[in-house]
């Protein structure tokens, strides 16, 4: 952006220069043209001095009479002399008065030729600036209409480029218009479909949990038949009785006692086989409890990963955020300073104009002057000679430092004509200022775009991992409960098998497994209560987090509600106040429900069901948080729209007041009638004066 800011400001500084180039090319011409009216001034006024030399009065009858007839010749105004000289006195005196009058009569006539003769240079030096004049008029004419020409092909040429560049903006608008409608409602879809199946797997949930209760309660059942078989009078004591009346009748056979003892000291197979079972019950109890532990990790690692995840999409937020009031400063920064450059081409303008209009009076009275008779011109004299005003006219705005703008000449010269022209300057400025903010709505609508389709990936993404898990996840339970019933069955056979023969090493068994099974209990009581007392320590620091970041949003929104009351449009402060409360309202509401939220189950009747709602609680715990970060996001895309609206209402309004604050300046200053009438014009359009207002302030 500095880089596009400093290119436009060099190519302004090379237009700046160029015009001042073509602005000192003008006053030389200016200077040439003022020196030769000079030059017909001088001849002029030689010739006005002539010709009031000539009509001064005579000093005697006899010599107007000679004056007149020394038009003629020399000889008959000698004789019109001596005759009436003779009818007047008729004596012999008046041979003496012969002499002064030829002498009177030769000095006229050499008067009258130097006259002459400074009449035809007057008329020569006229005539010669006359044709220079007409023949720059000429050249000039010729540039003009050249120029007039390419500057229409260029007009045309950029009005064309410009309808197909907002043509294909256009197309382009609804083309990302439409495939964000489209992503929408992809998205909606998707929405719809992941909670049927995040229903159907709650679902299954359920049935598998029933299933596996129902698993529990036949094994309860089973643990109650052995306590009743337990409970029925026990034959050991009988068993006993016979050993020693056996034992009292083998006292004899020691050698078969022996051999009997030997054997009886060997292991015996079905012994063996027990231990081996005991052994296998062990390691799989401790599997199970291995896969506890591995899943509470699990769980655990997920939940600080979804911590993370949030805490880095608030990051990313904030600093959106931050990039986005930096862009504002930076544009902000860029208007001012293109406001300080157009502030000081005004004055340029201001002071180039003054000095036109001094340049144009200054010719005007000349004109005047040089021509006191020209009410008593023919219609064809009067039109050349405006002719060569509009040409003096046009050579006089081409060489001053302080041109009249091409649409003042194009009515001066058109006095019928409208801007309504397409190949117009102002129709030129309108297509581009429509061009340029066409432009930047569509720059905005590229960035929603891109953050929309951003934002989509990265739900996607989470959202397909999240279910990737969950179905592992059921596929384990599934052939962990097809295991166990697979184990329960043959158990059963087994048992029943065994029953008879084994009761009381079963009942030892029974004891040394229940202890077992108690201590892993109870070491997993023991950690399950850690896992909950540190998950209960992350929920409290996750809600304090929160209640900061609530503090920190209700202080910036308070600082926005104070600037805003500021600003002359209460109506928009005021939208924007409420949907600031709205959003405190709604992160309240989402802590609230956070902390109303009952705590995690302590202990199911079951491990592996413990760990699943576990799970989905911190599923529902994130959803909720997820929510509350996607509305406030959407609130604070929302403000940040009205704050960039605001700032370009202000930036209009600030335009707006610094015009009509030069307009007032100028009126103030200027001492011009005709100049006031037309201010005063600009500002009873900008301020929108009623007729009856202008009727009470117009002199």
């Known amino acids: 952006m500095d880089r596009a800011a400093r290119r436009e400001l060099i190519e302004t500084i090379e237009q700046q220069k160029d015009r001042i180039a073509r602005l000192e090319n003008r006053l030389r011409d200016v200077v040439t043209a003022y020196k030769g009216l000079a030059k017909e001034k001088e001849a002029l006024e030689a010739s006005i001095k002539v010709l009031t030399l000539r009509s001064e009065p005579p000093r005697t009858h006899h010599v107007e009479k000679a004056s007149s007839g020394a038009d003629d010749s020399s000889e008959t105004a000698s004789e019109a002399s001596g005759v009436a000289q003779a009818t007047n006195t008729g004596d012999g005196g008046a041979e003496s008065f012969v002499d002064p009058l030829n002498a009177t009569g030769q000095d006229e006539i050499l008067h009258l030729k130097e006259q002459l003769a400074t009449l035809t240079n007057a008329l020569a030096t006229v005539t010669d600036q006359k044709s220079q004049m007409e023949a720059s008029f000429q050249a000039d004419k010729k540039l003009i209409r050249q120029e007039n020409e390419n500057s229409k092909k260029l007009a045309e ?59 529990e309660q036949e094994l309860f059942e089973m643990k109650l038949k052995l306590e009743e078989k337990k409970a029925t009078p026990d034959l050991s004591v009988e068993y006993e009785q016979k050993m020693q009346d056996l034992s009292a009748e083998m006292e004899g056979l020691q050698a078969r006692l022996q051999a009997a003892e030997d054997d009886a000291a060997k292991p015996a197979p079905l012994l063996l086989q027990l231990q081996e079972e005991m052994a296998e019950m062990r390691v799989h109890h401790r599997l199970q409890i291995q896969q506890e532990q591995t899943r509470a990790n699990e769980a655990e690692a997920r939940l600080r990963q979804l911590e993370a995840e949030r805490e880095a999409r608030v990051a990313n937020l904030e600093a959106k955020l931050a990039e986005l009031s930096v862009v504002v400063g930076n544009y902000d920064k860029i208007r001012q300073q293109d406001q300080e450059a157009m502030e000081k081409l005004k004055e340029r303008i201001a002071q180039l104009d003054m000095e036109n209009t001094a340049l144009a009076r200054v010719a005007n009275n000349k004109v005047q002057s040089d021509d006191p008779d020209d009410s008593n011109q023919d219609v064809h004299a009067l039109k050349e ?98 295991a166990l019933r697979q184990y329960c069955d043959e158990q059963e056979l087994k048992d029943k098998q065994k029953v008879e023969d084994l009761e009381a090493r079963i009942a030892r068994i029974k004891n040394e497994h229940k202890k077992e099974l108690d201590k892993a209990e109870e070491e997993y009581r023991q950690r399950a209560a850690k896992l909950e007392t540190e998950m209960h320590k992350q929920r409290d620091r996750t809600i304090e987090l929160l209640a900061e970041k ?150």
């Open 550 to 699: 609530e503090k920190e949003l209700q202080t910036l929104q308070l600082s926005e509600g104070s600037a805003h009351s500021a600003s002359p449009r209460d109506g928009r402060s005021e939208a924007g106040v409420d949907d600031d409360d709205d959003i405190r309202s709604e992160h309240s509401d989402t802590v609230s429900e956070l902390l109303v939220r009952p705590h995690f189950t302590p202990l199911m009747p079951s491990p592996g069901e413990g760990t699943i709602v576990h799970y989905a609680e911190q599923l529902a715990r994130n959803e909720v948080e997820l929510s509350a970060v996607r509305k406030q996001k959407h609130h604070l895309e929302a403000s940040i729209h009205q704050l960039q609206e605001e700032i370009a209402t202000k930036s209009r309004e600030s335009a707006n007041l610094e015009y009509l604050k030069n307009v007032v300046l100028r009126y103030m200053t200027t001492s011009d009638y005709a100049a006031k009438d037309q201010m005063f014009k600009a500002i009873a359009t900008i301020l929108q004066f009623t007729s009856q207002e202008l009727y009470h302030i117009e002199p």
């Open 385 to 482: 000679k405006i002719l060569k005003l509009i040409g003096l006219m046009k050579i006089a705005n081409e060489r001053s430092d302080q041109p009249l703008p091409p649409e003042d000449l194009y009515t001066f010269m058109n006095p019928g004509g409208d801007d309504s022209d397409p190949g117009s300057p102002v129709s030129h400025d309108k297509c581009q200022q429509e061009y340029r903010q066409l432009k930047e709505e569509f720059e905005r609508y590229k960035m929603r775009a891109q953050s929309v389709l951003k934002n989509k990936n990265a739900k996607d993404s989470s959202v397909g991992k999240e279910i990737e898990t969950l179905r592992s996840q059921l596929q384990e339970l599934r052939e962990k409960h097809i």
């Open 157 to 215: 040429e950029t009005q064309q480029r410009l309808e197909e560049q907002l043509a294909e903006a256009e197309e382009q608008l609804s083309q990302a218009k439409s495939r964000i409608r489209s992503q929408q409602q992809e998205r909606e879809k998707e929405q719809t479909d992941h909670a049927m199946m995040l229903r159907e797997l709650q679902k299954v949930l359920s049935d598998e949990r029933a299933s596996k209760e129902q698993l």
